[in-house]
């Protein structure tokens, strides 16, 4: 019998882009489809746009504005698929996605979780598409996974994942509904950009093993403002109080299923990610975050930055580093 999917698509105020959304869904390739959209509360158009398209496949669920987590739980819980694929209200799927997921590993046991490539883009003001390609600081995960991780157990690249810096969101993953019950539902008490992060690790927590699939690809949606992805980017203490929510739930979770010298260094670097990132602006998050990376007991990574901010950190530790280098770049300076 051919497995139903459900694709879950939460929606908050995308406007003209939840047509594009839409339309990758529909167009999937894979016979036993059903998609589910939950507007979020959308004070624009999205919900008379969602509801203008006449498919039977399609179901509109309409609640009360509670955040993007709290949508994907309320499509989850309308679900009926086998396999749930997660979509932002401004992110692409290709035709074939699925069927090539699906094709590839039709006879996964219940706890395996299927990954497919992924691709940031934007659109310009004429509307013609972009594709980013990977650099320094956009490392996606699928070029650095396989085939060394094809098939292996989702623990190992779970700790590659962390440790590497690589970038994965659900929109790459095939999830068969039983491994989503064992993960459990979206956390849904503070929100964050980190919320997809958070919910992939325990994903790969509660997963036996992880298959990667060649060309099942998607288009992630970047550089527009109010999009899923960039809502909550932003530079405020709570968007960045958020972050650190997420990033010690995750290392939680990794402690909790094996707290041994790897997991700990993982968890650490994890933290120090963050402090790096978040001092001096927020300074009470990043200290915290150090304060428990160093409650580790474990060697910590050194500070980022350019061959200058390197050494004073060696000399003068790395908070005076980093203010240093703040007060550098808002100088004019883009290289310290």
């Known amino acids: 019998m051919t497995p139903l999917v459900s694709i879950i698509i939460p929606v908050y105020n995308p406007g003209p882009l939840l047509d594009a959304t839409i339309q990758s869904a529909l167009a999937q390739t894979w016979p036993n489809l059903e998609i589910v959209v939950v507007d979020d509360g959308s004070t624009d158009d999205s919900l008379a746009r969602a509801r203008s398209y006449a498919d039977p496949r399609l179901r509109i669920i309409a609640q009360a504005n509670a955040g993007s987590c709290a949508a994907r739980n309320t499509g989850v819980r309308h679900a009926r698929g086998d396999w749930l694929q997660f979509l932002d209200h401004d992110d692409l799927l290709s035709p074939d996605k699925i069927a090539r997921q699906l094709a590839l590993y039709p006879n996964a046991p219940e706890r395996t979780l299927l990954m497919g490539e992924i ?167 990043a200290l915290a975050a150090e304060a428990r990376a160093r409650a580790l007991n474990t060697p910590l990574p050194p500070c980022p930055g350019g061959r200058l901010t390197q050494r004073l950190s060696s000399v003068l530790g790395w908070r005076l580093a980093k203010r240093l280098q703040h007060f550098a770049i808002q100088c004019g300076y883009s290289r310290s």
Do not use: K
């Not at 003001?125 to 098939?151: F, K, L």
């Not at 992630?220 to 405020?236: D, E, H, P, Y």
């Not at 650490?268 to 998050?285: K, N, R, S, T, V």
């Open 119 to 285: 691709t940031r883009f934007y659109d310009d003001a004429e509307g013609v598409r972009h594709e980013i390609p990977p650099g320094p600081d956009y490392r996606p995960a699928w070029g650095e996974s396989y085939p060394r991780y094809h098939r292996q157990p989702a623990r190992d690249w779970l700790r590659h994942w962390w440790s590497a810096r690589l970038e994965t969101t659900p929109l790459a993953w095939l999830v068969p509904r039983t491994l989503a019950i064992a993960a459990g539902p979206w956390e849904e008490r503070y929100l964050s950009r980190l919320d997809d992060f958070e919910y992939i690790t325990r994903l790969l927590l509660a997963a036996d093993r992880l298959v990667l699939t060649p060309d099942a690809r998607s288009w992630f949606r970047t550089l527009v403002a109010g999009s899923m992805s960039s809502t909550g980017q932003n530079r405020s203490r709570r968007a960045h109080e958020g972050q650190a929510f997420a990033i010690n739930l995750c290392c939680d979770h990794v402690l909790a299923a094996e707290d041994t010298p790897r997991t700990r260094r993982a968890a650490a670097g994890l933290l120090m990610d963050f402090a790096y990132a978040a001092y001096p602006a927020h300074p009470g998050p």
